[in-house]
């Protein structure tokens, strides 16, 4: 009878505990900033924002520094593992110089990935890099398309890369060759995309949008609990998406079926990242939320992760930095 009861009251508590590892979001203090943070780096916990603003949580010392660059654009899009942050009116970033680019565009830049090297923005800019790892971009031309572009991720190990932007429109590069997917199975506007690294692949957008890809085709999720903009979205054994008015969604089945987590502000939430079992999300005002329960990046991530600090120490940043006491 013991054994009949212990068994599973014992199932019970872990499913709760687990329920309860992906709700526990909180709000990570700090006096860096109160401007609109807009995206995080996954690699190296690389944080940017409206105004120029660039911040580095740096897991070795437990401490997060403000990154002064000699700009006021507004910056949309980071990656260490690619060196380069973007922003409006062209703006690319050398993290790894230290310096700006001269841009081949003047359109606003949204988003950078490192596998492959490709930039999005504005008006179906699509810039990519054909001397990677050294930073030289170029036009991809002819574009698929004239919408704007948001968001851009991919995988080397699937051999796919996915761009989503305004009107639900969907590219997809495979061999280097960007193409538009025929029939989008909607019209919202997508700001968010995450590629796995099995091909699988999830898309988030306006008034609770979330698609995912099963390989050949993508399909709209249904019964999202939220009608919220969803603003961003990353992943593995487990996926979160964050958005408007400090939506909170993850998934514990592929994407298939979402749930709503509670979430310790109200403001909009605009991107989110993993890095081992240390989950963050950036948003509006400054705002900087944190998790010690998540373990969903994958292992290559984290290996680069420990490679770039130990062979790059900073990106390059070391004499830029201020520190938040």
Not at 113 to 126: K, L, M, S, Y
Request: hydrophobic share 35%; aromatic share 12%.
């Amino acid at each position: 009878m013991v054994k009949k009861v212990l068994l599973p009251t014992l199932f019970f508590v872990a499913m709760l505990l687990s329920a309860l590892a992906y709700a526990d979001w909180e709000v990570y203090v700090h006096n860096m900033t109160t401007e609109n943070l807009n995206f995080i780096d996954t690699y190296s916990i690389w944080m940017v924002g409206d105004n120029g603003v660039v911040l580095e949580f740096e897991p070795m010392f437990g401490e997060l520094y403000s990154i002064s660059l000699p700009t006021s654009e507004d910056l949309y899009g980071v990656s260490i593992y690619a060196d380069t942050i973007v922003g409006t009116n062209g703006t690319i970033y050398d993290c790894f110089h230290s310096q700006f680019l001269d841009s081949p565009t003047t359109e606003n830049l949204y988003s950078v990935c490192d596998e492959p090297w490709f930039i999005v923005g504005a008006n179906g800019t699509i810039l990519y890099d054909a001397d990677a790892p050294s930073p030289h971009w170029q036009p991809y031309e002819p574009s698929p398309t004239t919408k704007d572009l948001y968001s851009v991720h991919g995988s080397y190990l699937c051999n796919y890369t996915c761009a989503v932007g305004a009107d639900g429109t969907i590219l997809e590069c495979e061999g280097g060759v960007w193409s538009l997917y025929p029939s989008s199975p909607t019209s919202e506007d997508l700001y968010g995309v995450y590629v796995d690294h099995t091909g699988i692949a999830w898309a988030c957008g306006a008034h609770g949008t979330i698609l995912r890809y099963d390989g050949s085709s993508w399909n709209v999720v249904p019964d999202v609990p939220t009608s919220n903009d969803l603003h961003s979205i990353w992943g593995g054994d487990e996926l979160v998406c964050v958005g408007a008015q400090g939506t909170i969604l993850h998934s514990s089945d592929d994407g298939l079926s979402w749930v709503l987590d509670d979430c310790p502000v109200t403001v909009d939430l605009n991107g989110v990242a993993f890095t081992g079992q240390y989950g963050w999300i950036v948003g509006d005002e400054g705002t900087i939320l944190s998790s010690w329960f998540h373990s969903s990046i994958q292992p290559e991530s984290v290996g680069r992760l420990k490679a770039l600090y130990s062979s790059e120490g900073n990106s390059g940043g070391d004499s830029l930095k201020s520190y938040n006491k």
